[in-house]
C-alpha cells in the first residue's frame, strides 16, 4: 500500500461495542440505554459473564473452593434472554444488540433473535459443542427463519 491509502486507513472509525453484564437491573439497563444513545457507540453485547450462582446444583460450599469467578454457558441462557429483549424493546431498536450467553443450539440462537438481537455471539457452545455447533445453528435458523 502507499502512504496515501495508509492514512486514508487510519482515519476510517472502528465499531465500539459496550459489552454488559446479566446482573444489571432494569434501572441500570435504562442508563446503559441512555449512555448508547449519549455517546453514539454502535451497539451493546448483551450479556457478559455472571456473579450469580442462582439455580445451579453444586454445593455451596464447593462453588466456594472452586471460586468465584464468571459463570457462562447454560445458566445465562435465560436472564441473557431477557436483557437483550429489555434493551431491544425499551430502546425501540436504536442499536444493535449481539446476544451472548447460553447460546448451545439452533433454537437458543432463534430464541435471541426473536427477543431482538442483531448477531448471536457463541462461548461457551463453542467449547463444549464443538466447531460444527456453527453449521448446526445456522441450518436451524435458515430452515424456521
Keep these: 500500500m ?11 472509525p472502528k465499531p465500539i461495542l459496550l459489552k454488559i453484564a446479566p446482573d444489571l437491573t432494569n434501572e441500570q439497563l435504562d442508563d446503559i440505554i ?38 457462562s454457558g447454560k445458566p445465562l441462557t435465560k436472564r441473557s434472554t431477557e436483557v437483550v429483549k ?8 436504536s442499536f444493535p444488540i449481539i446476544a451472548v450467553g447460553g447460546i448451545h443450539t439452533g433454537a437458543d440462537a ?21 466447531p460444527g455447533i456453527v453449521k448446526r445453528i445456522n441450518k436451524e435458523i435458515l430452515r424456521t427463519m
Design 2 to 12: 502507499r502512504g496515501k491509502e495508509l492514512n486514508n486507513q487510519k482515519k476510517t
Design 34 to 71: 441512555g449512555i448508547v444513545s449519549e455517546t453514539k457507540i454502535d451497539g451493546v453485547i448483551a450479556t457478559n459473564t455472571t456473579i450469580s450462582r442462582e439455580g445451579l446444583k453444586t454445593d455451596a460450599s464447593r462453588i466456594s473452593e472452586i471460586g468465584a469467578g464468571g459463570l
Design 86 to 93: 429489555y434493551l431491544s424493546d425499551k430502546s425501540n431498536k
Design 110 to 130: 432463534i430464541e435471541k433473535l426473536n427477543a431482538g438481537a442483531s448477531l448471536v455471539q457463541i462461548y461457551t457452545g463453542f467449547i463444549y459443542e464443538g
